[in-house]
């Protein structure tokens, strides 16, 4: 730990501003000083343009996720994120698409392909339709000061393959901490 950084834990508060420069946290508690809720503490993305299909009707991984070592205690988590699809078939076809936060299901994926959230009309049969699938979520995640919190996606599909960064298109997460 560098003289600075000493400095500010010995005396027992960070600046929110101080949060913006480098800090060896390792084994310490960040107390943010009162009025800082809400604010942006870091910012991390996970990108692939690696090609992934599956024509499975259950979840499968995508190729996609991030991580992020959260710098305060408390604070949650906002995903952001564009997943590239490519959907070949019929005329009615849907994804689903759910959010994993390590192995737990923390949005979508409600259990019913063909009333999921992402329903996709190609006009006629043996055609292909490619679309971002976009998607916001805040979690409260539990966790202890130096944890490593891993976000990914995976999906399924109704009836035809489904492909995810077809001809190397990139999905990107972005995953926000925000102060308590």
């Known amino acids: 730990m560098s003289q600075t950084e000493a400095a500010l834990f010995k005396a027992g508060t960070v600046q929110a501003a101080d949060l913006a420069s480098t ?24 990108t692939t343009a690696t090609p992934t299909a599956t024509n499975s009707t259950t979840l499968v991984d995508t190729g996609l996720s991030a991580s992020i070592q959260p710098v305060a205690a408390g604070s949650s988590v906002i995903a952001i994120v564009n997943q590239s699809v490519r959907i070949w078939g019929g005329i009615y076809q849907n994804v689903a698409v759910a959010l994993l936060r390590g192995s737990t299901k923390v949005w979508g994926d409600n259990g019913s392909v063909s009333s999921n959230q992402y329903y996709n009309e190609t006009g006629s049969l043996n055609q292909y339709n ?20 891993t976000y990914k996606t995976q999906a399924r599909r109704s009836a035809n393959d489904v492909q995810f960064q077809y001809e190397n298109h990139q999905s990107t997460m972005i995953l926000l901490e925000v102060a308590a």
């Open 23 to 46: 800090l060896d946290l390792s084994g310490k508690t960040v107390t943010l000083p009162s009025g800082t809720g809400g604010k942006i503490l870091q910012v991390v993305q996970g």
């Open 130 to 149: 490619f679309f971002y699938v976009a998607l916001n979520y805040e979690d409260s995640p539990t966790y202890t000061l130096g944890d490593t919190i």
